[in-house]
């Protein structure tokens, strides 16, 4: 028995449309805070210019970066998405980000094969996270 062609292809069903998004996005902002100063506040992107409505929106990849990620770990299929707060005492970033970054929230992109996570604490790039996304805010025109 054939299937019906919807004309639609498989990522279809998953693809999210800019007023998802920003749904999805205004939902997930009015859930999570932050600790910040001793205090509990709620994340709010609406002011880089503002220590407190400066929080992430959103994270810009390279796409030569990501290519570069699956072509160090080859037979990867996948990536999966690790949120974290940068702390330099943990990841130091090799530029002047570090003090505009410090605190905010991040993504790490790990490779996988399958099911399987591709992350070690080798020295070369296999099998690394990558973690240089632009976050946006403090970075302007995101």
Known sequence: MSEKHTGLSPLSKGM??????NALS??????????DNGRHRSIDCSDS???????????????????A?????PGCDGLKV???????????LPDDNSTDYQNKLMVVL?????????????AS????GLD???LCPPNIGC
Not at 16 to 21: A, C, D, F, H, S
Not at 26 to 35: A, G, R
């Open 26 to 35: 205004k939902n997930f902002f009015s859930k999570l805070q932050v600790l």
């Open 82 to 92: 690790y949120f974290g707060l940068h702390d330099k005492e943990i990841f130091p």
């Open 69 to 73: 990620l699956f072509a160090a770990n």
């Open 132 to 134: 240089n996304g632009k």
């Open 49 to 67: 210019r503002h220590p407190e409505k400066g929080d992430t929106r959103a994270v810009i990849f390279n796409r030569k970066d990501v290519e």
């Open 110 to 122: 790990i490779t996988t094969s399958g099911q399987v996570e591709n992350i070690n604490d080798d």
């Open 16 to 21: 999210v449309t800019k007023t998802q998004l």
């Open 125 to 128: 790039i296999a099998g690394k």
